[in-house]
């Protein structure tokens, strides 16, 4: 499997309760590397526009108003199979149904409040980086 990419976000709630550390050693870990990362926080029309997949569903005001709240901190990571890698890494959606050990299962509160953002497709992770990072924050 050739080396690719992921975005990442730390989502309000990691930031609030200290998690960036710990999830980052996490991310270090699991054998990613950093390519571009940021502290910034999105306004409601980025949420918006980020989330726009969602914008019929029943939570998607809930889930601009948790995404914009307070600073996230950005990423991009690369590692071989680094999209399905990290969603591994991450767990599912909902922390309830999160594998051990995974970081929704650690540091997620619930369903709305799942503490991280992993791309879900080569394409989107490709859209994602470069919504939230122009070429020469990419290392
Ligand atoms: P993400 O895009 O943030 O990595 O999460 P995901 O792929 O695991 O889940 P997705 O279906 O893309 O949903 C995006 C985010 O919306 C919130 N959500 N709330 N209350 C609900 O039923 C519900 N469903 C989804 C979560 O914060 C989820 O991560
Ligand atoms: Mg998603």
Request: proline fraction near 3%.
């Amino acid at each position: 499997m050739a080396t690719n990419r992921t975005f990442t976000m730390l989502k309000p709630d990691s930031v609030e309760k200290g998690y960036i550390g710990a999830i980052l050693e996490k991310i270090n870990a699991a054998g990613f590397r950093i390519v571009a990362m940021k502290m910034t926080q999105m306004t409601v029309a980025n949420a918006e526009e980020f989330y726009a997949v969602h914008n019929e569903r029943p939570f998607f005001g809930e889930l601009v108003e948790y995404m914009t709240r307070g600073p996230i901190i950005a990423a991009i990571l690369e590692k071989e199979n680094a999209v399905e890698d990290f969603r591994a890494l991450i767990g599912a959606t909902n922390p309830a149904d999160a594998a051990e050990g995974t970081i929704r299962k650690l540091y997620a509160a619930s369903m709305g409040e799942n503490a991280v953002h992993g791309s879900d497709s080569d394409e989107n992770a490709a859209i994602e980086a470069a919504y939230h990072f122009s070429g020469r924050e990419q290392f």
